[in-house]
């Protein structure tokens, strides 16, 4: 038995140690650009990337590149010169045009929204600062929370004046300053702020005192009438095909998501801000302060701040980054200001995993090891589901899900339960959902998609059951507590 033992710990030793190698020899010999392309050579072969991309070490450009399709229909490929649409990376440049209206005296960080929305609820806003809608502590409800955001809201025109009155209203969520909560609402709000301080669109308050200061010829307000050259069609990805994404006005998201740009001008933005161009060192410092609590690390204004572990000592080292999601699109930009290292990632397909892909360039930048990406078996086995049936694709799951070929993402699989869910295959979708709640029993979000699975299927216990679950995970989940009492109510 010891004997056997001893055999088993040294196979064990040797087993890690080759996959050590396997990780780390990726380095051996390739220069750090040679390494990415490497990294987002497979991701794109794995259908996980679809975009453009540029990195930045010392702040000098070692790898700009695209990959995929910016138009599937025409086969038009992905370049660096390709406009995206960002979603809330807009978020920082909506924070920026508020700190120059601040250092203008146009504004005040701590004066009340009433202030400078006279028709603007009393009862709210003269509780709300702008400080409260910066670092998403205003306790406003996030509008594309709303149960009718995509069917109602989403598609048609508002002004930035009506569309403020449909969230206006409602009772807050918390006492402004309370507590972190995401909310869209307060950076729609702060875009028409800046519409009233400055007297300006806020498209053209952008334009006058960011993009044309920069020289960022490639950014902008979108407008989908407009005929805008080298901007990426945006599309969703079902297991291995591909769909249009649905139609989003985008009026609606305004201030909080509208923006386009390529992953040059976004350098040029990243460079900008280490400077005085717009806006002096005593301001724009501002923007980088952790405020507030929020997920693993904080929220400054526009940004998340967050500590990343560099080198042999594991030295931390402070990440400024945020990302973006909006029909069809997925965006993150990250950076390292010590070291003044840029990552731009700019996908057209809808959801994927960007921060897995963040987290391996950081650490080739840093000469740390890092994995290379495995195929997705929720994509897999979804495309099992639908040409064999779920048994068989519950099978397939079973014999792969220790694979060293695939690997179990959460996002992934919540997407793979909602392509079944949307197309009338609630049954099969309640089985996904349930195999990613055994994957990540402490994620709130899978229980919720689990709870509205059920809800779907008509077992309201078992709905209650999985929202309530979801709820006692994340506090934050408005929609499994508005639901749960829609379901008491029933």
Not at 202 to 210: G, K, P, R, S, T
Not at 279 to 301: E, M, Q, T, V, W
Request: glycine share 8%; proline share 4%; aromatic share 12%.
């Amino acid at each position: 038995m010891k004997q056997r033992s001893k055999h088993f710990a040294v196979k064990t030793i040797l087993i890690s140690l080759f996959i050590q190698l396997i990780t780390v020899a990726v380095s051996i010999g390739q220069t750090k650009t040679e390494q990415i392309d490497k990294l987002m050579n497979l991701y794109s072969e794995y259908g996980q990337f679809n975009g453009s991309i540029l990195v930045a070490d010392a702040g000098k450009i070692i790898y700009k590149k695209g990959f995929g399709m910016a138009n599937m229909e025409w086969n038009i490929p992905n370049q660096p010169d390709t406009k995206h649409r960002l979603g809330s990376v807009t978020k920082q440049f909506t924070s920026m045009l508020i700190l120059q209206l601040v250092e203008q005296g146009k504004l005040k960080l701590d004066a009340p929204i009433a202030t400078y929305l006279p028709d603007y609820p009393k009862a709210s806003g003269d509780k709300i600062t702008i400080h409260h809608l910066l670092t998403h502590t205003s306790g406003i409800p996030n509008y594309t929370s709303f149960p009718n955001f995509v069917k109602d809201l989403s598609i048609n025109p508002y002004s930035p004046e009506a569309f403020v009155k449909v969230f206006a209203d409602l009772p807050l969520e918390f006492k402004p300053g309370e507590k972190f909560a995401y909310s869209n609402s307060g950076y729609f709000l702060l875009g028409y702020i800046i519409e009233k301080a400055s007297g300006k669109t806020y498209e053209q308050c952008l334009q006058d005192n960011i993009l044309t200061p920069l020289k960022m010829n490639n950014t902008g307000f979108d407008h989908h009438e407009t005929i805008l050259k080298n901007r990426a069609s945006g599309y969703e990805k079902n297991g291995k095909n591909y769909s249009n994404a649905s139609y989003l006005d985008l009026s609606i998201p305004y201030a909080a998501g509208s923006l386009y740009a390529t992953v040059d001008d976004l350098y040029l933005w990243d460079q900008a801000l280490y400077t005085e161009q717009l806006l002096s060192k005593k301001y724009r410092d501002l923007l980088f302060n952790s405020y507030i609590p929020a997920g693993p690390g904080h929220y400054g204004y526009g940004w998340f701040i967050n500590k990343a572990f560099n080198g042999e000592k594991n030295e931390s080292i402070l990440v400024i980054e945020h990302g973006g999601g909006i029909n069809g699109f997925n965006t993150l930009l990250s950076r390292i200001p010590s070291d003044k290292n840029l990552v731009v990632l700019l996908n057209n397909t809808g959801g994927t995993n960007l921060s897995e892909m963040n987290k391996a360039i950081r650490n080739i930048l840093y000469n740390k090891p890092y994995s290379l990406p495995k195929k997705s078996l929720a994509a897999a086995f979804v495309d099992v589901i639908l040409e064999k049936g779920i048994a068989s694709g519950l099978a397939y799951f079973k014999e792969n899900k220790n694979s060293n070929s695939y690997a179990i993402n959460e996002n992934e699989m919540n997407s793979a339960g909602y392509q079944l869910l949307q197309t009338g295959k609630v049954k099969e979708a309640i089985e996904v959902f349930k195999l990613n709640v055994e994957a990540f029993p402490q994620s709130g979000n899978t229980y919720d998609s689990l709870g509205e699975a059920y809800l779907k299927n008509g077992d309201k216990n078992l709905a209650i059951l999985n929202y309530k679950k979801s709820v006692e995970l994340d506090p934050n989940n408005e929609n499994g507590k508005k639901v749960l009492e829609e379901i008491s109510k029933s």
